[in-house]
Nanobody, 123 residues
Framework: QVQLVESGGGLVQAGGSLRLSCAAS????????MGWFRQAPGKEREFVAA????????FYADSVKGRFTISRDNAKNTVLLQMDILKPEDTAVYYC????????????????WGQGTQVTVSS
């Protein structure tokens, strides 16, 4: 059974924008912190962004801060990642995640992963 379903990936030129969506079950969405990770070819999966249940606190990797915005729609059980001013180095498979302390390299725990969606940014 799929817990997280992603959409919104694609091909875009540098400087462009994409918006990723992740739909969760009500149970998953209500129980866990939500966020995004990404994995580029030959690289380890890395944290991108996360937020608290209320959306009042957000967390971003330094590499995307100021360009990406994470938000949460509790009524729709959906988390969004608005990606602006995209760069070629943003090219990766992006994974939605549900867990705890997602922003913490030392304590992050992911209980569910989305299937992944490809984001490709051309030069």
């Amino acid at each position: 059974q799929v817990q997280l379903v992603e959409s919104g990936g694609g091909l875009v030129q540098a400087g462009g924008s994409l918006r990723l969506s992740c739909a969760a079950s009500r149970r998953t969405f209500s129980m866990y912190q939500m966020g995004w990770f990404r994995q580029a070819p030959g690289k380890e999966r890395e944290f991108v962004a996360a937020l608290t249940w209320s959306g009042g606190n957000t967390f971003y990797a330094d590499s995307v801060k100021g360009r990406f915005t994470i938000s949460r729609d509790n009524a729709k059980n959906t988390v969004l990642l608005q990606m602006d001013i995209l760069k070629p180095e943003d090219t990766a498979v992006y994974y939605c995640a549900a867990g705890r302390d997602l922003y913490s390299a030392g304590s992050a725990v992911v209980y569910y992963w989305g299937q992944g969606t490809q984001v490709t940014v051309s030069s």
